[in-house]
């Protein structure tokens, strides 16, 4: 690659390395120079500009991405497209992020210009959260690079979530007594929760003296129910040695200890065993309370159908420290709650289905059947597969109709009473009935029903607010398209918005915080372009498709 300053007139192909701004328009970094970006700059008196040139055997920075995460794309991931030389992976569902640190710490070694960040081993994440993101720091690197890399990386998943599975846990408390009762319910109350967050259950929930002879025969009668995947005892004292009164029981009962103490603190007085096949947790006193501990690192990891031993448990000292400390005075849990800077972004959707139709000669084109229900309905139900946090829809014009048209789905129906006042009206109501807390906004029109979920997550995916994409349109043969993925900053102004122009206002006024995200590789990507506004329009969807 040929990276430096060349004249304009041999800069045709080339990408431009430096955005460049004028009034009313935008040439962002890494664009391919065309004609047209030449003349926009040869207008305002510019004679030379910074470019790379790839040179044979070099790959784009958004292939190179695209490459690197294919191969990383391990099972329980999905995979968002490239953008600038970055693509990320995503959890597919509730899981622990498993992956092979030797292998990153040499891809990352390869070349400075290839990067990848990923979360923490064994983190845990949710679904549509961002675990890894590739990003090349040069336009282009050489193919060689990429082959390695590729190779590297080939065999054995580096990179995977281990997804949750429903695990059913046995709890048995032991009791001498001054136990209080107070203290087992809650005990079992947070267990219980501690399960029903992991897609689990607490089945079954005993109590016995806290005597060698007691739990060994509590312990039996548990191992022999078929409803239980893991055994978890709480003692009345801790666990202070092999011949204590829990792995004593254990033992009794027919089973064995594995190991006791783990370097996690608070948790290092927990008990690893087995009975019957199952694994068998002597808890510390601190898995009594909700605060995160040693037992929730173990109970994940069981969880997520990844088997523990001794030496697992010993490798877990490094950040083991989870205790608070007089530097941080927040508590605990309010620390470990805390929502992870790397979590998917919570998006609402609003759909203006208000508008009167005034082209379509009487008829409301929302209330047109295609392909077996009517056009509002078709564009309702892409947003909603697209699994935002909330939808609403904005109606008005024939409003019982379309109310009916879409009932039975999950959406908040507003009602403008006067649509005729415009897409302002309606953006203001349907933005004022969706959840303070969201990151952003997707507003789709009502009449565009060929639409598909698969565009939609490529328009969330290249949303970045951070990176500056934090208006994110979709495009086909280079004109703009809708729906408009919007970040909640700009929700303000688009709520001062009156007539019926829409959110324009706001994309034009922020044209280094947008992005144009290409949809002409889609087979339905024109679709981005197509609404139905005119007769003409309705008759050639219905021919094509109805």
């Known amino acids: 690659m040929r990276f430096g300053p060349v004249a304009l007139s041999a800069a045709k192909g080339a990408l431009l390395a430096h955005s460049r701004k004028a009034p009313g328009w935008t040439l962002a970094k890494g664009t391919r120079l065309g004609d047209e970006d030449l003349a926009l700059l040869a207008g305002l008196g510019v004679a030379e500009v910074v470019v790379a040139r790839l040179d044979p055997g070099d790959v784009h920075e958004d292939e190179a991405a695209a490459r690197v995460a294919a191969v990383l794309l391990g099972p329980g991931l999905t995979l968002g497209d490239a953008f600038t030389g970055r693509a990320n992976l995503f959890a597919g569902g509730d899981g622990l992020l498993r992956l092979d640190a030797a292998r990153f710490d040499r891809l990352n070694a390869l070349c400075e210009g290839l990067t990848v960040a990923t979360l923490p081993p064994f983190a845990k994440v949710a679904p549509r959260q961002m675990v890894a993101t590739v990003k090349i720091i040069p336009f282009a690197l050489p193919e060689t690079v990429i082959a390695q890399a590729e190779a590297l990386l080939a065999g054995a998943p580096a990179l995977e979530v281990a997804l949750f599975r429903p695990m059913r846990l046995a709890l048995i408390q032991t009791h001498l007594p001054e136990t209080a009762g107070k203290m087992l319910d809650k005990t ?49 004292s801790a666990i202070v040695d092999r011949g204590d009164v829990i792995p004593a029981a254990i033992t009794r009962a027919g089973g064995r200890v594995d190991h006791l103490g783990m370097p996690v603190d608070p948790g290092n007085l927990i008990l690893l065993g087995e009975l019957a096949g199952r694994v068998v947790l002597g808890l510390p006193g601190c898995a009594r309370s909700p605060a995160i501990n040693g037992f929730d690192w173990v109970l994940d990891r069981l969880c997520a159908g990844l088997a523990v031993g001794g030496a697992d448990l010993m490798a877990m000292g490094v950040g083991g420290l989870l205790k608070d400390t007089t530097a941080r005075t927040q508590p605990r849990m309010a620390a470990v709650t805390h929502p992870s800077p790397a979590a998917p972004p919570r998006l609402g959707a609003l759909v203006l289905a208000a508008g009167l139709s005034r082209r379509m000669g009487g008829v409301n084109k929302l ?31 024939q409003g019982k109709a379309v109310r009916a048209a879409l009932e039975g789905r999950a959406i908040a ?34 009449d565009m029903p ?89 008759k050639a969807l219905l021919s094509a498709g109805g």
């Open 188 to 236: 079992a109350s947070v267990t219980a929760g501690r399960m029903a967050a992991l897609g689990g259950g607490l089945t079954v929930d005993r109590r016995c003296p806290h005597d060698t002879r007691a739990l060994a025969a509590c312990l039996s009668a548990v191992s022999a129910e078929k409803d239980v995947d893991l055994i978890a005892v709480a003692g009345a």
């Open 367 to 397: 209330l047109l059947d295609w392909r077996g229900k009517p056009l509002v309905a078709h564009a309702v139900d892409t947003v909603l597969a697209a699994g935002p946090a909330a939808v609403a829809v904005v109606i008005g014009h």
């Open 413 to 446: 129906l507003v009602e403008n009473p006067d649509p005729g006042r415009g897409l302002g009206s309606s953006l203001k109501r349907g933005l004022a009935a969706l959840p303070a807390d969201l990151d952003g906004v997707i507003v789709c029109l009502g």
């Open 450 to 538: 060929g639409l598909t979920p698969r565009l939609l997550s490529r328009l969330i995916a290249a949303f970045a607010p951070l990176e500056g994409r934090a208006i994110c349109l979709p495009t086909f043969g280079g004109r703009r398209g809708n729906p408009v993925l919007f970040a909640a900053r700009f929700l303000p102004e688009m709520m001062e918005i009156t007539g019926d122009i829409g959110a324009r206002p706001v994309i034009a006024a922020h044209p280094d915080q947008t992005c144009e995200v290409a949809m002409d590789a889609l087979a339905e990507g024109a679709s981005v372009l197509m609404d139905v506004d005119t007769p003409e329009a309705a």
